[in-house]
């Protein structure tokens, strides 16, 4: 039974460039978190969905940042331009609606030059 | 401002021994706790957790006490073993705001020979 798949795990990219990155939740679960993990903020909660709905993004840390779920089984994190500051590991997890317990992904470790 | 504190970046423990991990918290509406292990390179894993209606939950080695009064929550890891060798988060949510995991800053454990 495969877990939270996210894509790619690292990414290097220079300042100014379009980052996308990709999350696939366990099937069945309708409830979707982005994170990002740093030195400074630790493990931080950006936006996350329920039913493929955007619920709270209060997390994200500027109008450089978008997330989309178009669909039940993938989402996407965006940031555009990224910026050095980016640079840190981001996850995915998902879990069952009313569950507290959220399943994470493996991240995607995030470098902007 | 941290809501969720473990203040000791790391611990040390011989094999065989108890780990006992600290987290205190501020916020009195949170009423549902959760502990993650993590190791490098990958995404953190649910280990146990504890709703405010209790003071105690076990687990196999792993027992999770809450002191509402005091606002303090600690694992303990009986007995320790190599492989529990790991960065363990506590984080915390309110009912008013499930989904909105709050992390603390983690504990890394080293269980030596």
């Known amino acids: 039974d495969a877990g939270v798949i996210q894509s790619p795990r690292h990414e290097v990219t220079e300042m100014g460039q379009e980052v996308t990155l990709r999350c696939k939740p366990i099937?069945?679960?309708?409830?979707l978190f982005w994170y990002r993990q740093t030195m400074m903020r630790g493990l931080e909660l950006l936006i996350y969905?329920?039913?493929?709905?955007?619920?709270?993004d209060s997390g994200m840390p500027e109008d450089r940042f978008s997330a989309k779920m178009p669909n039940a089984s993938f989402s996407t994190l965006k940031i555009q331009p990224s910026e050095p500051r980016d640079s840190a590991v981001y996850f995915c997890?998902?879990?069952?609606?009313?569950?507290?317990?959220?399943?994470f992904g493996p991240g995607t470790r995030l470098t902007v030059l | 401002d941290q809501q969720v504190k473990q203040n000791s970046p790391s611990l040390s423990v011989q094999e065989g021994r108890i780990s006992i991990l600290n987290c205190d918290y501020t916020?009195?509406?949170?009423?549902?706790f959760l502990w993650y292990k993590k190791y490098p390179a990958e995404g953190p894993t649910f280990l146990i957790s504890?709703?405010?209606?209790?003071d105690k939950n076990e687990d196999g080695r792993f027992t999770v006490f809450l002191n509402k009064s005091a606002k303090h929550l600690s694992l303990h890891i009986v007995p320790s073993q190599p492989g529990d060798s790991a960065v363990y988060f506590c984080a915390a949510s309110a009912l008013d705001s499930w989904g909105k995991l709050q992390f603390g800053a983690g504990t890394q454990v080293v269980v030596t020979p």
């Open positions: 997890a998902s879990c069952p609606s009313s569950y507290n317990e959220q399943f």
């Open positions: 504890i709703s405010s209606i209790k």
């Open positions: 969905f329920n039913n493929n709905v955007p619920i709270d």
């Open positions: 099937s069945g679960h309708n409830s």
């Open positions: 916020n009195s509406m949170f009423d549902y």
